[in-house]
Nanobody, 126 residues
Framework: QVLLVESGGGLVQAGGSLRLSCAVSGRTFSAYAMGWFRQAPGKEREFVAAISVSGGSTYYADSVKGRFTISRDNVKNTVYLQMNSLKPADTAVYYC???????????????????WGQGTQVTVSS
């Protein structure tokens, strides 16, 4: 069983920054490709960013490219999402997800991930 716990959400003004963390326990973290997704009220969950097992490959949704950065620390068993230049449209519950993957593989579809955290709320005020 893999347990994912997100933290770091909160309320921030437009233009501000937040860093989300997702601590993973229960299995070998370095075997998992990781992703971040978000879900705004009344909307479907959408892809935000993904990182490969090795950390050498990353992929972003167009809406966050250039503002958000995904990274991972395979010693601390944690994946991060640094969010800069936040906009009110970024308001959502943010979820991290994990899936066993090959070294260079990353995934951006919800169906590709077997393990999910409980989510952390990010609210950006205008």
């Amino acid at each position: 069983q893999v347990l994912l716990v997100e933290s770091g959400g909160g309320l921030v003004q437009a233009g501000g920054s937040l860093r989300l963390s997702c601590a993973v326990s229960g299995r070998t973290f370095s075997a998992y490709a990781m992703g971040w997704f978000r879900q705004a009220p009344g909307k479907e969950r959408e892809f935000v960013a993904a990182i490969s097992v090795s950390g050498g490959s990353t992929y972003y949704a167009d809406s966050v490219k250039g503002r958000f950065t995904i990274s991972r620390d395979n010693v601390k068993n944690t994946v991060y999402l640094q969010m800069n230049s936040l906009k009110p449209a970024d308001t959502a519950v943010y979820y991290c997800a994990a899936e066993v993957g090959h070294s260079g593989s990353y995934y951006y579809r919800i169906v590709d991930y077997d393990f999910w955290g409980q989510g952390t709320q990010v609210t950006v005020s205008s």
